[in-house]
Nanobody
């Protein structure tokens, strides 16, 4: 069993930056693909970014490409989402997730965190 805990969310002005962290406990995340998703009020959860188990391959949604970066530190059992040049439309609850196999851009992950709120003011 894997427990995922997100942190780093908060309120930021447009153009600002935040770095989200996702720490795992229960067992190591090393070798497991990880993803970040977000859900805005009244909308479906959508893909933001994913990373392979080694960290060598990453995927980023077009809506955040060039602004968001996903990375991981397997020694710390932690995955990060660096978010720069934030926009009001980035406001959402951000979730991290883990799965077996290869990275996925769909919500077919096995483990999910509780989410962290990111609010971007204009």
């Amino acid at each position: 069993q894997v427990q995922l805990v997100e942190s780093g969310g908060g309120l930021v002005q447009a153009g600002g930056s935040l770095r989200l962290s996702c720490a795992a406990s229960g067992r190591t995340l090393s070798g497991q693909p990880m993803g970040w998703f977000r859900q805005a009020p009244g909308k479906a959860r959508v893909f933001v970014a994913a990373i392979s188990g080694s960290g060598g391959t990453t995927y980023v949604a077009d809506s955040v490409k060039g602004r968001f970066t996903i990375s991981r530190d397997n020694a710390k059992n932690t995955v990060y989402l660096q978010m720069n040049n934030l926009k009001p439309e980035d406001t959402a609850v951000y979730y991290c997730a883990a799965r077996q196999g290869t990275p996925s851009l769909r919500s077919d992950y096995d483990y999910w965190g509780q989410g962290t709120q990111v609010t971007v003011s204009s």
